[in-house]
C-alpha cells in the first residue's frame, strides 16, 4: 500500500520558517521523482519544487532564493525548507512521488499559513 504522509505545516509570521517533511512507502522510492506542489483557495495547484532521482532540483519563480527541496532515500522522505515566508505563501502543500511514467502518488495535504 503506497503512502505518502506530510508533516510540518502550521501558522508562521511574515519572514519566519517553516521545514515540510513528507515520509513515503509502499514502492521503491530512491528511482522516484518527488516534489512539492500548493494550492491556494481559489487557485489552481502550482508547482513548487521537484527534486529527481539523481538529486536534480528545479523551482518556482515565486520561491527562488526562500525554499530548498531534499531528500532523504534511506528514509524515503524529502523535505521543502521554507525561508522568508510570505502571507502569498498560504496554501496546502502537498507531496508527489512519480517513480515512474505511468504512475504517481499523492500525499494528504498540509496546511501552511503565513500571517501579515
Known amino acids: 500500500q503506497v503512502q505518502l504522509v506530510e508533516s510540518g505545516g502550521g501558522l508562521v509570521q511574515t519572514g519566519g520558517s517553516l521545514r515540510l517533511s513528507c515520509a513515503a512507502s509502499?514502492?521503491?522510492?530512491?528511482?522516484?521523482?518527488v516534489g512539492w506542489y500548493r494550492q491556494a483557495p481559489g487557485s489552481q495547484r502550482e508547482l513548487v519544487a521537484t527534486?529527481?532521482?539523481?538529486?536534480?532540483?528545479t523551482y518556482a519563480d515565486f520561491v527562488k532564493g526562500r525554499f530548498a527541496i531534499s531528500r532523504d532515500n534511506a528514509k524515503s522522505t524529502v523535505y521543502l525548507q521554507m525561508d522568508s515566508l510570505k502571507p502569498e505563501d498560504t496554501a496546502v502543500y502537498y507531496c508527489?512521488?512519480?517513480?515512474?511514467?505511468?504512475?504517481?502518488?499523492w500525499g494528504q495535504g498540509t496546511q501552511v499559513t503565513v500571517s501579515s
Open positions: 508527489y512521488a512519480q517513480p515512474s511514467a505511468y504512475n504517481d502518488y
Open positions: 509502499g514502492f521503491v522510492y530512491r528511482i522516484a521523482h
Open positions: 527534486i529527481d532521482n539523481g538529486g536534480r532540483t
